[in-house]
């Protein structure tokens, strides 16, 4: 009897311990959507980021975003198809003749902050897309040159005033000269806090942004692949600078974000790395 009893106040002991030990660990939700303002000298960064809606019928894959390192004539994309997913934009067909020369354009080419409240067309959004990466051969060159051909770089842009475009973030498909939403609504401000406060980023019409998927450079290049990817998206960022001068638009290219909420207003994949923004736009000639 009296060994029963210790038996029974022993295992009284372990279910008390136990509950106990339960009931302290909880998962904290406490920071849900609340918004740090950041002062645009960079001091201060946000605790958290206004939530992002994701398009509810896209289902991300990204079980082709590596081209075949061993191929360097490859031109596949993931977005690619003929049955375009919802929020997807044909855009209009770039043009290949200007109006300035070239050393016009180098000759205007300045980094511009302050922009007016002025929508841009879709031919305007066009054109500076194709500059950054479109196609310009049937082989799936670009205007950038490549390392190996390769193309370890995506590109985003992130609408927020283009006429008959509704308000999101778009992923550029070069292949097919089309943008698919991959994000609801104007998330501008979003992005601006996570590049610090930068206002070039929260007032810009549209803000292209760049992403690398290393993967596609490590095989062939190793470490120095690395290298290549950020000379191309140098090599990328002046055409748009030269493009944007050309039209007597303006841009800035930006660096100074927090990598973590980039990728999280982007909702990039996991082995995308953001590595650039261009906000662009009619600018006050600052």
């Known amino acids: 009897m009296k060994k029963k009893a210790t038996y029974l106040a022993l295992c009284l002991l372990l279910a008390v311990l136990a509950i106990t030990a339960c009931s302290s660990v909880h998962e904290d939700t406490s920071h849900t959507n609340e918004i740090t303002e950041i002062s645009t000298n960079g001091n201060t960064t946000p605790n958290t980021l206004p939530q992002v809606e994701r398009p509810t019928d896209i289902t991300e894959d990204t079980t082709n975003n590596t081209n075949d390192i061993n191929d360097t004539s490859d031109t596949t994309d993931p977005l690619s198809t003929t049955q375009h997913p919802p929020g997807t934009y044909i855009l209009p067909a770039p043009q290949t003749h200007g109006t300035i020369s070239i050393e016009e354009a180098l000759q205007a080419r300045r980094s511009r902050r302050h922009f007016q409240d002025r929508p841009l067309t879709q031919q305007q959004l066009s054109q500076i897309l ?8 049937p082989h799936g060159l670009r205007t950038t040159p490549s390392a190996g051909a390769l193309f370890p770089l995506e590109i985003y842009v992130v609408v927020g005033n283009v006429t008959g475009i509704e308000p999101g973030v778009y992923r550029y ?12 609504g104007d998330v501008r401000y979003a992005l601006a806090q996570a590049a610090v406060g930068q206002s070039s980023v929260r007032y810009a019409p549209a803000i292209i942004a760049y992403s690398a998927v290393f993967e ?6 190793g470490e120095r692949g690395i ?3 950020h000379m191309e998206v140098g090599h990328s960022a002046q055409n748009v600078y030269l493009q944007a001068a050309a039209m007597g638009l303006g841009t800035v290219a930006v660096g100074a974000f927090i990598e973590e909420y980039i990728s999280e207003v982007l909702i990039l994949p996991d082995n995308e790395t953001p590595l650039y923004l261009m906000p662009f736009g009619y600018h006050y000639g600052d």
């Not at 498909?173 to 609801?184: F, P, T």
């Not at 596609?216 to 290049?221: A, C, D, G, N, V």
């Open 173 to 184: 498909s070069a292949h097919e000269h089309i943008i698919v939403q991959v994000a609801y």
């Open 227 to 229: 290298m290549y990817t």
């Open 216 to 221: 596609r450079m490590l095989p062939r290049y």
């Open 130 to 137: 194709w500059a950054a990466y479109g196609i310009t051969s």
